[in-house]
T-cell receptor, first 113, second 113 residues
């Protein structure tokens, strides 16, 4: 079945450490996105990429970094510069033009202690 | 910057009651609109979408939404809710195509049996 795989589902890290969240899709979608979901805040866009080797900052990119070396992969690194990293992170993908909406992964819950 | 406003953060209904969740968007040009649902423990799923044409769109599980351009609104409705509709509902807009989705903060719906 086609879809988006995020791993791991739960992640615990110590404060000050960088951590990388994985996102892989086999839908052949050109565009991929990272959102952060916090209670009562909805989904806020961190980074997105519409083509390999290119990506754009979203609304809350500070403290995060991404890469897009392959069409099917869009990993997100939460750096030590992110002040409130504990959150639920959602990866999504879509065809360019977004006529069918986004397909979302099941998310990674990151807890920094 | 685009913004999406969802009127209610929490809604509690009894089974068989009618549902209307409010959503207002900000973009004044061509806009695509979406409603997503997140059932407990599950990933975000697309309920319905509006791109053009008939302003009344029908989605899965008996949901529908009406696009009213003059009011910048895209309210979600269901004539009779079920306990299984308990979930968080997100309205989203895409401004002008080839853009990213801007989400509202979500409405948590609790349906009591």
């Amino acid at each position: 079945d086609g879809g988006i795989t995020q791993s791991p589902k739960y992640l615990f890290r110590k404060e000050g450490q960088n951590v990388t969240l994985s996102c892989e899709q086999n839908l052949n979608h050109d565009a991929m996105y990272w959102y952060r979901q916090d209670p009562g805040q909805g989904l806020r866009l961190i980074y997105y990429s519409q083509i390999v080797n290119d990506f754009q900052k979203g609304d809350i990119a500070e403290g995060y970094s991404v890469s897009r070396e392959k069409k099917e992969s869009f990993p997100l690194t939460v750096t030590s510069a992110q002040k409130n990293p504990t959150a639920f992170y959602l990866c999504a993908s879509s065809e360019l033009g977004n006529n069918y909406g986004y397909t979302f992964g099941s998310g990674t819950r990151l807890t920094v202690v | 910057a685009q913004s999406v406003s969802q009127h209610n953060h929490h809604v509690i209904l009894s089974e068989a009651a009618s549902l209307e969740l409010g959503c207002n968007y900000s973009y004044g040009g061509t806009v695509n609109l979406f409603w997503y649902v997140q059932y407990p423990g599950q990933h975000l799923q697309l309920l319905l979408k509006y791109f053009s044409g008939d302003p009344l769109v029908k989605g899965i599980k008996g949901f529908e939404a009406e696009f009213i351009k003059s009011k910048f609104s895209f309210n979600l409705r269901k004539p009779s809710v079920q306990w299984s509709d308990t979930a968080e509902y997100f309205c989203a807009e895409e401004a002008g195509g080839y853009s990213t989705l801007t989400f509202g903060k979500g409405t948590m719906l609790l349906v009591s049996p």
